[in-house]
């Protein structure tokens, strides 16, 4: 793809950066603004020079190692379009509702994990119930075929007598 991004690179060089065009002055191969505000990104520019101005960015930009740079600039971008949305609290307002949902997401989470403990409690006391049911031996003495003397006892749900439940505490619903 070499061949594609010449013409692209040799454009950009052409033209203006969105913050000398904006500004109406000449980009040339000295331009700090260039590298992170392309032509066609005139709108994130307009936004940044609205709210920090262009020689603060500028300051801001030189101020740091060339390879911080990039990031400095999404910092910037970033708080500058949170502040144009938000012009009191800018993205300290971001935060402030990202924490908002995270207090209730853990709420959310805490009342969750209760209710799965009270259903795993339940079902262990189910399965106590079902564990504690058993063998009525005068219903198998009635009913014992020959057959019965050459096997062992296998589980027969017909032969299973459940405990009074009238007399159980009831569940923690
Ligand atoms: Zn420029």
Do not use: W
Request: charged share 25%.
């Amino acid at each position: 793809m070499e061949t594609g991004q010449v013409p692209l690179a040799r454009s950009r060089v052409n033209q203006p950066c969105a913050a000398c065009k904006m500004l109406r002055r000449r980009c040339d191969n000295n331009c700090a603004l260039s590298p992170y505000f392309p032509t066609e990104e005139i709108e994130k520019f307009a936004c940044v020079h609205k709210v920090f101005g262009a020689s603060n960015v500028i300051k801001m930009i030189q101020m740091l190692e060339e390879e911080r740079r990039e990031d400095a600039v999404k910092a910037i971008v970033y708080e500058a379009m949170a502040r144009v949305r938000d012009p009191v609290c800018g993205s300290a307002g971001i935060i402030f509702h990202l924490q908002k949902m995270v207090h209730e997401l853990r709420s959310q989470l805490e009342t969750t994990t209760a209710q799965v403990s009270e259903l795993r409690a339940q079902r262990d006391q189910l399965q106590g119930i079902l564990m504690n049911a058993h063998v009525d031996p005068l219903f198998y003495a009635h009913n014992r075929t020959s057959q019965d003397d050459h096997q062992t006892i296998a589980y027969d749900p017909m032969m299973i007598s459940f405990p009074n439940l009238d007399q159980m505490e009831p569940f923690n619903m």
